[in-house]
């Protein structure tokens, strides 16, 4: 179950997290976000393990993260999981390229995979999921609903997204 979202917070500018918010084990927000113009609920996942990613299409540890998914994605494809990799809202303060080109010059091939949906953060999405807008953060939240894992730089954390695709493959 999704909660509603109602957070606010100033941009800091900082890439991520160095000690994420202690998270695990609340409900995850719902929040909208935008699709190709058309919004999208978060809670539209819910019965499927989620990642839900904050992205600046500028960002190098965000690029290397893409890249490293495209290197699992075998792994992801045996799993139920589905990643929302959204562009920050404001893109962290800094005009770049869209998202779906980001990824395109990134990591091609997620865009045709189903796992993988890409849009752009709404002003509340990132109210709720990133306050301090940091420009590279990503939640894990369980088929439940509730967030496991909040943490930023997926190249070079994962092994705690591994784990948790591994918890949901059947």
Same mark, same amino acid.
């Given at each position: ?13 900082? =890439? ?13 927000? &719902?929040? #909208? ?17 989620? =990642? ?47 998202? &779906? ?11 045709? &995979? ?13 109210? #709720? ?42």
């Amino acid at each position: 179950a999704f909660a509603a979202s109602s957070a606010f917070a100033a941009p800091s500018g900082t =890439m991520g997290p160095r000690n994420p918010p202690a998270s695990a084990g609340e409900e995850a927000p &719902d929040a #909208a976000f935008l699709v190709g113009g058309q919004q999208v609920q978060l809670k539209t996942y819910q019965g499927h393990p989620l =990642m839900v990613w904050e992205v600046a299409t500028w960002c190098g540890s965000c690029k290397a993260g893409l890249k490293a998914f495209a290197r699992h994605q075998a792994l992801i494809d045996k799993s139920d999981i589905k990643i929302v990799v959204l562009r920050d809202y404001k893109n962290g303060g800094y005009p770049g390229i869209t998202i &779906d080109k980001f990824a395109a010059q990134a990591a091609p091939t997620l865009l045709k &995979d189903k796992h993988f949906v890409f849009g752009n953060a709404s002003k509340a999405l990132d109210a #709720a999921y990133n306050p301090h807008h940091y420009v590279d953060i990503y939640h894990l939240v369980t088929p439940s609903g509730q967030i496991a894992t909040t943490s930023s730089a997926p190249s070079a954390t994962f092994g705690r997204i591994e784990a948790f695709i591994k918890t949901g493959i059947k």
